[in-house]
């Protein structure tokens, strides 16, 4: 099994999903946990695709395995618009996720075009 710790990408994306539970303070109002558990479910699930496609072995699992993740990165990016536009979230932390967000993006992307060629 390769060491998913170890991947850059994976990393960011385990600081993404912590920081996302800042969100959750945000959310606590009844009206608010559909979203928070949808967020947190994508923020989860970036992080988690990459460690699953890293312990299976082959490339072209790894590959599709990182799709997913991205998905997830724009699923993410969705539903942290919708906190902020339903003005659940402020707008600097807003802005902060979806700063993570897009960095874990380019990395997933530069990581599966490079697998690509």
């Keep these: 099994m390769q060491d998913y710790r170890k991947l850059q990408v994976w990393q960011k994306a385990h600081k993404l999903a912590l920081s996302s539970y ?3 303070a945000y959310l606590q ?3 608010g946990w559909p979203l928070r558990d949808q967020l947190l479910r994508a923020a989860i699930s970036i ?3 990459i460690a699953e496609g ?3 072995g082959s490339d ?3 590959r599709r395995f990182l799709w997913h993740s991205l998905g997830s990165c724009n699923e993410l990016e969705y539903d942290l618009l919708l906190a902020r536009d339903l003005k659940f979230l402020p707008v600097a932390l807003h802005t902060r996720l979806t700063g993570q967000v897009e960095e874990v993006r380019r990395m997933l992307v530069g990581l599966i075009q490079s697998m690509t060629t």
Excluded: C, I, T, Y
């Design 22 to 24: 800042d969100v959750s």
């Design 29 to 31: 109002k009844p009206e």
């Design 47 to 49: 992080a988690s695709n």
């Design 54 to 56: 890293r312990g299976r």
């Design 60 to 62: 072209p699992d790894f």
